[in-house]
T-cell receptor
Framework: SQQGEEDPQALSIQEGENATMNCSYKTSINNLQWYRQNSGRGLVHLILIRSNEREKHSGRLRVTLDTSKKSSSLLITASRAADTASYFC?????????????FGAGTILRVKS | DGGITQSPKYLFRKEGQNVTLSCEQN?????MYWYRQDPGQGLRLIYYSQIVNDFQKGDIAEGYSVSREKKESFPLTVTSAQKNPTAFYLC??????????FGPGTRLTVL
């Protein structure tokens, strides 16, 4: 079953605008991760935010986590055409030797130049 | 050149055949994973292995089998029992508790 639910399902913006994607989940987590996937390719890890963190930055990416609302958001600032991809959130729950990731269905982002 | 590789990139299977997808990593990661992705959907976990000679079923293991005889390798067999195998298959690896690194994927089509 998919725990993460992304919103919106698709987003189309102009180059230079900001893009915000949201993720909601249902159970307690160790951390939440965001991944990017270009069409027909593997996933690339973007950022990990732990359950005791509220905000994290990496370059043009800003991720927030609200564990009380069981939600996270990914903000991409000053978007570029090269940011066009699908973005997935994945919630991590503990296993014996690590974390099990459960992925949402993703947000398809299109940045128009 | 470290990373995770999958082969083949494209695979065609006749109904009733078993096929094996390869996944190799030279990142010295303990854990490896197989996911299935269908169009417009997220990834679903098929099998995972946290150490050599051990593996566990994920959410959709029926019709699939795996082995983990070496740390570097985690092949996935799609058996004839899998009724709808056409999908994009992704392999990943990670350190214990760390982020997962993904291979480029294998697109399997049943003819």
């Amino acid at each position: 079953s998919q725990q993460g639910e992304e919103d919106p399902q698709a987003l189309s913006i102009q180059e230079g605008e900001n893009a915000t994607m949201n993720c909601s989940y249902k159970t307690s987590i160790n951390n939440l991760q965001w991944y990017r996937q270009n069409s027909g390719r593997g996933l690339v890890h973007l950022i990990l935010i732990r359950s005791n963190e509220r905000e994290k930055h990496s370059g043009r990416l800003r991720v927030t986590l609200d564990t009380s609302k069981k939600s996270s958001s990914l903000l991409i600032t000053a978007s570029r055409a090269a940011d066009t991809a699908s973005y997935f959130c994945a919630t991590a729950t503990p296993m014996e030797y690590g974390n099990k990731l459960v992925f949402g269905a993703g947000t398809i982002l299109r940045v128009k130049s | 050149d470290g990373g995770i590789t999958q082969s083949p990139k494209y695979l065609f299977r006749k109904e009733g055949q078993n096929v094996t997808l390869s996944c190799e990593q030279n990142l010295n990661h303990d854990a490896m994973y197989w996911y299935r992705q269908d169009p417009g959907q997220g990834l679903r976990l098929i099998y995972y292995s946290q150490i050599v000679n051990d593996f566990q079923k994920g959410d959709i293991a029926e019709g699939y089998s795996v082995s983990r005889e070496k740390k570097e390798s985690f092949p996935l067999t799609v058996t004839s029992a899998q009724k709808n195998p056409t999908a994009f298959y992704l392999c990943a690896s990670s350190r214990r508790g760390g982020e997962q690194f993904f291979g480029p994927g294998t697109r399997l089509t049943v003819l």
